[in-house]
C-alpha cells in the first residue's frame, strides 16, 4: 500500500528493516535508511545514505562524501543520534523539506 504523502511528517530516522534498501517503497516506511559506501580516491569508504523520504518513502540519496556536493554527517542512526546538515528537501518529489537533526526528520 503506497506511503500517504504528509510533508508535516515527522519521523525518527530508523535503519531500513532491509539490508541494502532494495525493497521499494510500498514496503518501506518513511523516515527508514541504509547507509551505503562507495570508491573515493580509491577506497572503499561511507558513500552516504539510501533515505525513504520523510514526506512520501520515495528513495532518495543522500552522499556524505566525495568530491560533489554532500551533506556534513555526525552522529550515528543505530544510536539514534545522527545530524545531516544542511537541510533535506525532496525539489523534484513530493516537496517535503526538513531537517534531520538528532535522529529525527523534522519539517521546517
Ligand atoms: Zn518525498
Redesign the pocket.
Known amino acids: 500500500m503506497p506511503t500517504e504523502?504528509d510533508l508535516k511528517r515527522t519521523v525518527r530516522a530508523v535503519r531500513n528493516r532491509i539490508e541494502g534498501g532494495l525493497d521499494g517503497p510500498d514496503i518501506s516506511q518513511p523516515g527508514e535508511m541504509t547507509p551505503y559506501i562507495q570508491m573515493i580516491d580509491g577506497a572503499l569508504l561511507p558513500g552516504g545514505f539510501t533515505l525513504f523520504?520523510?514526506?512520501?518513502?520515495?528513495r532518495?540519496s543522500l552522499p556524505t562524501a566525495g568530491p560533489g556536493p554532500h551533506w556534513a554527517a555526525t552522529g550515528d542512526l543505530d544510536a539514534g543520534t545522527l545530524t545531516l546538515t544542511p537541510s533535506i528537501w525532496?525539489s523534484n518529489?513530493?516537496?517535503?523539506h526538513g531537517y534531520l537533526t538528532n535522529g529525527v526528520f523534522s519539517p521546517v
Open positions: 504523502i523520504c520523510p514526506g512520501c518513502a520515495e532518495v525532496h518529489g513530493c516537496g517535503w
